[in-house]
């Protein structure tokens, strides 16, 4: 039995999420465990999981941590959409009538 | 029992290769069905190890991760829940191995109300188009016999 290593475009692209989320974080100034501070999270596990891209920032969590790193919401959404889900993001925001 | 042995690498990171035994034999019967398909480690800004176990092909979403702070051990799942805090290596693994198959409950309810779900339309599609024949069988076939 052997535990396979994994790779693909969707991992990839959550990578880049995770870097380009990690670098907000610090333009803002903020360590891991201040950014759970203020997303009222009772451990700073999960930013390192999101930054590292194993995991996602969840839907419902956008605003908080957008607004958390100092940026303005809906642009926030639409960069993060361009990772996790980069065809919706083309229909609603690069495919003209 | 399943038991994965940790592949004889280096462990960075800061894994122990008791620990990393211990929690890839918990996940051995998922990784044989593909519940699991495969793991990554990784640690925090503070240098804290985590183990990443990540879900089927094609996005390798992160199922579960272990993370160790000082002493204690936090499993959480893929949007960060927190599912477990334990300081015993053993009782965490029992937790994962019972997480995954939680995890492997919900898709296959998923996975049948999908089925159900498609099921449904096409007998909803189907059922006109089987239904005008039938009736029209059942107007020709009384002037067939009375013709033959």
Known sequence: MHATKTASKAAEARKEAGTWLKELRARAG???VELA????LKYYTF???VENGFGRVPTEQIEAWGRALGQEPSSFARKLLSYYDPELHRLLFEVKE | MNVVSFPGRDLPHDWQRGEMNALLAACGESLDKGTVAGWEIGETERGDPQLYLLGPAPDHECVLCVSRLGRQYVLEDGEGRILCEHDAIGSLSDQVRHALRHKKAAIIA????VWLAIKETIEERMEPILGEPMELLSHVAPQLVAVI
């Open chain 2, 110 to 113: 998923r996975a049948t109300v």
């Open chain 1, 30 to 32: 903020l360590s891991q």
């Open chain 1, 37 to 40: 501070e203020k997303l009222a």
């Open chain 1, 47 to 49: 930013i390192s999981q």
